[in-house]
């Protein structure tokens, strides 16, 4: 009974890693296809080129979204920074607590800067702004922050509960 309980969980997780990996794959890719696009079509383009001045807008927007959406994967890896020094000094009890506490501490500002970016992003909505080139509501683009910290703070609650060990994890 406990098995199936416990695997739900990391079910979940799994297919929000894929999930997470998938969109990060496709905004890169993007990217890279829409700039190529861009940097050719300046050069080969003549007045065409400035009916493509969009692509520079989007490849911003997509790397804001790109950097964001990493944020929890980045942290379940090990890949954030980290002072190590003071934990590997510490006696193994108490380096379950700093472990508790820096997890508390950063689900705590993960929440709390989402909840900042809702209220962002409500406040740019009700503006009206768009964005120049594309016609974007520029309050979609603050929705980045938003789910960036929305699974940093989701990383850093499963590690607070033992579901991931976020500390333990390999250079890879």
Known sequence: MISTQRSKPVIALRLLRRVERAALVCL???????????????????????????????????????VFLALGLALERGKHVGIHTLRERLAPGAVRWVRRGIDLLGLGFSLYVAWLAVGLVQFVLKTG????????????????????????????????????????????
């Open 129 to 172: 702004q768009t964005s120049p080139t594309l016609g974007v509501p520029m309050g979609l683009i603050y929705i980045a922050p938003v789910i960036g910290f929305a699974l940093l703070g989701l990383r850093y609650g499963l590690s607070l509960f033992g579901v991931i060990d976020r500390f333990s994890v390999e250079d890879t």
């Open 28 to 66: 890169f890719l993007g990217m890279v296809f829409l700039y190529t696009g861009s940097v050719i079509t300046r050069e080969i383009g003549g007045r065409v080129a400035s009916d493509f001045a969009w692509i520079e807008e989007a490849v911003r927007m997509m790397n804001l979204f790109l």
